[in-house]
């Protein structure tokens, strides 16, 4: 953990966590085949479960614009659906059908987690930034894919937040914050910024889960995560990068 005097103005540097997570996102090229095939089934696989969940009426009357008729004409889709919507909002659209069955991928290490939570953001990012002129190809939404699954996956391999009472869905925003900044056309800077908010933002309690305080946790990892996605890169235009963060 760093240090720094609390009475300086001046603004410190980032912490090695930030700077490796953003250098990681924005300029790491991916080279090995095998990383992009099993990239491609777990696409398959992701969608596969969110179709399976448009089966279930718990799940399908939590999608579509919070406001009835919110819809946007070019904004992103929702696989399976006739959405339109914000790429906010799509996000959680998304990310709620992927994680309903609790079916998709699963990451055991000291920490848990499904990182294929990750495509709510990439999708519905992928999607609108593509209506919107840019050209997205599939293999960019593949190279997001990967990203966020290690960074999910190292940043688990030795911090157990469940130990102190913080679900494992933290480790999504900060995945999902990282590569959708970078597809949004994040700088550097920017892109440690929103990491920063995404730890700064803090987790969610894990008590959630537990007995009659328990509600959905699949709908509440959609909530908790992916429509901050592109909040936190907005406000990673305003805000600096933080410190002592993990």
């Given at each position: 953990?760093?240090?720094?005097d609390i009475?300086?103005?001046?603004?410190?540097?980032?912490?090695?966590?930030l700077?490796?997570?953003?250098?990681?996102?924005?300029?790491?090229?991916i080279?090995?085949?095998l990383?992009?095939?099993?990239?491609?089934?777990?696409?398959?696989?992701t969608?596969?479960?969110?179709?399976?969940?448009?089966?279930?009426?718990a799940?399908t009357k939590?999608?579509?614009?919070?406001?009835?008729?919110?819809?946007?004409?070019?904004?992103?889709?929702?696989?399976?659906t006739?959405?339109?919507?914000?790429p906010?909002?799509?996000?959680?659209n998304?990310?709620?059908?992927?994680?309903?069955?609790?079916f998709?991928?699963?990451?055991?290490?000291?920490?848990?987690g499904h990182?294929?939570?990750?495509?709510?953001?990439?999708l519905a990012?992928a999607?609108?930034?593509?209506?919107?002129?840019?050209?997205v190809?599939?293999r960019?939404?593949?190279?997001a894919?990967?990203?966020?699954h290690?960074?999910?996956?190292?940043?688990?391999?030795?911090n157990?937040?469940?130990r102190?009472?913080?679900?494992?869905v933290?480790?999504?925003?900060v995945?999902s914050?990282?590569?959708?900044t970078?597809?949004?056309?994040?700088?550097?800077?920017?892109?440690?910024?929103?990491v920063s908010?995404a730890?700064?933002?803090?987790?969610?309690?894990?008590?959630?889960r537990?007995g009659?305080?328990?509600?959905?946790?699949?709908?509440?990892?959609?909530?908790?995560?992916l429509p901050?996605?592109?909040?936190?890169?907005?406000?990673?235009?305003?805000?600096?990068?933080g410190?002592?963060l993990?």
């Amino acid at each position: 953990m760093s240090s720094h005097d609390i009475k300086s103005a001046e603004r410190p540097a980032p912490d090695q966590v930030l700077t490796a997570i953003a250098d990681y996102a924005l300029s790491y090229e991916i080279t090995s085949p095998l990383a992009y095939e099993t990239a491609a089934y777990c696409l398959m696989d992701t969608l596969a479960c969110g179709f399976q969940a448009l089966k279930y009426p718990a799940c399908t009357k939590l999608l579509g614009p919070v406001v009835p008729g919110a819809t946007l004409n070019g904004g992103a889709r929702v696989p399976g659906t006739a959405y339109e919507l914000d790429p906010i909002t799509a996000a959680f659209n998304i990310g709620a059908m992927i994680r309903w069955l609790d079916f998709n991928d699963t990451w055991l290490a000291a920490e848990w987690g499904h990182p294929s939570d990750n495509l709510g953001g990439i999708l519905a990012v992928a999607d609108y930034l593509s209506r919107s002129g840019k050209r997205v190809v599939v293999r960019d939404v593949l190279t997001a894919m990967i990203k966020a699954h290690e960074i999910q996956g190292i940043l688990a391999l030795e911090n157990s937040f469940n130990r102190v009472g913080l679900d494992h869905v933290l480790l999504v925003r900060v995945a999902s914050t990282a590569v959708v900044t970078a597809m949004l056309g994040g700088s550097r800077d920017q892109i440690i910024n929103a990491v920063s908010n995404a730890w700064v933002d803090g987790g969610a309690a894990g008590i959630y889960r537990a007995g009659r305080l328990c509600r959905h946790p699949d709908s509440d990892r959609a909530f908790e995560t992916l429509p901050k996605v592109l909040g936190r890169h907005v406000s990673a235009l305003r805000h600096p990068g933080g410190r002592d963060l993990c």
